[in-house]
C-alpha cells in the first residue's frame, strides 16, 4: 500500500496501520507459499533421486555379476574347450557393453543439467539410420513376438544432424517402444517431411501407455514411473529425457502423446538440411546489409 507513489492513509491513522499490518500478512503469505514450493520441489527432487539409486544399484549389479561370474569359470575351464570359452567371453562382452551404455547415460544427463552436452550435425539420410537402429532393436522384438513395421520412405530429405546422437534417440525411443509393448504387440514407425522445414519421424506402439502426471514423471531425469518395488522393466529411465534435450540441441522437437492402457506415440522434429542453409544465409546477409548500413 505504501510501495509506490504517494501514501494511501495519514500517517498514524487508524488505515494506515491497518494497511501496513495487511501487506506484511500478504508479503509472510507469499513467502510461506513461495517456501512450501520449493520445500515440495526439493522433496520430490530427493525422492526421484533416491529412487534412482536404488534402481542403478540394481541395474550396475546384474552386469557386473555377469562379468564376475563369466569371468571365474573361465579361469577354472579347461584351454580344449573352445566353444565354452567363446560363448562366456560373448556374455562377459555383452555385459561390459551394457555397464558402458549404462554409465554413459549417466555422464550424459550430468552434461545436459550442466549445458556442457553439444552435438556435431552433418547432412544425414534418416532412414539410413533409422535401419541400422532397428538391426539392433529387432532381437528384443522377435523375443516378444512384437512386429515392427518400419514405413519410413527412403526420400525424406537430408536431416542437418549428429549421426551419433541421432542413433542414440532413435534406440531409446524404439527400446522403449518394445519394452512397453506387450507380447504380440506392434510399432509403427513412419517418417514425413513438413513445409516448415522441418521432417517429422513418428513411433507408435499399443503398450501400456502413460497417464499425464506419469508422463510427467517419465520426462524428468531420473523420474521413474515405477517404484524400485514394483517396476516389471529394466532401465535407468534416462532414454527418454536425454531423447528430449538431445532433439532440442539439434533445433527440432520431440513431443509425446500417450492414453493408459492404449499405446504412446512419440513425434520427434528435426530440421533439414536445405532449411538450416536458408537459416545460415539470411542470417549471413541480414549482417552484410547492417555492415552496409
Not at 522433496?43 to 557386473?64: D, G, Q
Not at 517404484?227 to 539439434?250: D, K, Q
Request: glycine share 10%; proline share 4%; charged share 20%.
Amino acid at each position: 500500500m505504501r510501495t509506490f507513489g504517494q501514501r494511501w492513509f495519514k500517517d498514524g491513522s487508524l488505515m494506515a496501520e491497518y494497511s501496513e499490518h495487511f501487506g506484511r500478512a500478504v508479503t509472510r503469505h507469499k513467502s510461506m507459499v513461495a517456501l512450501g514450493a520449493a520445500k515440495v520441489e526439493a522433496e520430490l527432487a530427493s525422492k526421484a533421486k533416491s529412487e534412482f539409486i536404488a534402481n542403478m544399484s540394481h541395474e550396475l549389479r546384474t552386469p557386473l555379476n555377469a562379468i564376475i561370474g563369466f569371468a571365474d569359470m573361465l579361469s577354472v575351464l579347461k584351454i580344449g574347450d573352445p566353444q565354452r570359452v567363446g560363448q562366456y567371453s560373448s556374455y562377459i562382452k555383452q555385459a561390459a557393453e551394457h555397464l558402458l551404455m549404462l554409465i554413459n547415460g549417466i555422464l550424459d544427463i550430468s552434461k545436459i543439467q550442466a549445458g556442457s552436452l553439444t552435438v556435431e550435425p552433418e547432412p544425414l539420410k534418416l532412414d539410413e539410420a533409422l535401419s541400422s537402429c532397428l538391426m539392433i532393436i529387432e532381437g528384443k522384438a522377435k523375443e516378444k513376438q512384437i512386429e515392427i513395421f518400419n514405413r519410413c520412405p527412403n526420400t525424406l530429405p537430408l536431416v542437418h544432424a549428429d549421426p551419433l546422437r541421432i542413433k542414440q534417440i532413435l534406440i531409446n525411443i524404439l527400446s522403449n517402444a518394445v519394452k512397453f509393448t506387450p507380447n504380440g504387440g506392434q510399432v509403427i514407425i513412419e517418417g514425413a517431411a513438413g513445409n516448415n522445414g522441418f521432417v517429422t519421424l513418428t513411433v507408435t506402439d499399443n503398450g501400456i501407455g502413460m497417464t499425464l502426471q506419469e508422463l510427467e514423471i517419465a520426462k524428468r531425469p531420473f523420474g521413474q514411473v515405477e517404484s524400485s518395488l514394483s517396476r516389471t522393466n529394466e532401465g535407468t529411465g534416462l532414454g527418454l529425457p536425454i531423447s528430449v534435450a538431445l532433439a532440442r540441441l539439434h533445433g527440432g522437437g520431440l513431443k509425446i502423446e500417450s492414453e493408459k492402457g492404449k499405446g504412446t506415440r512419440i513425434f520427434i522434429d528435426l530440421p533439414t538440411q536445405q532449411y538450416v542453409q536458408r537459416q545460415a544465409e539470411g542470417t549471413q546477409t541480414r549482417s552484410v546489409g547492417q555492415n552496409l548500413n
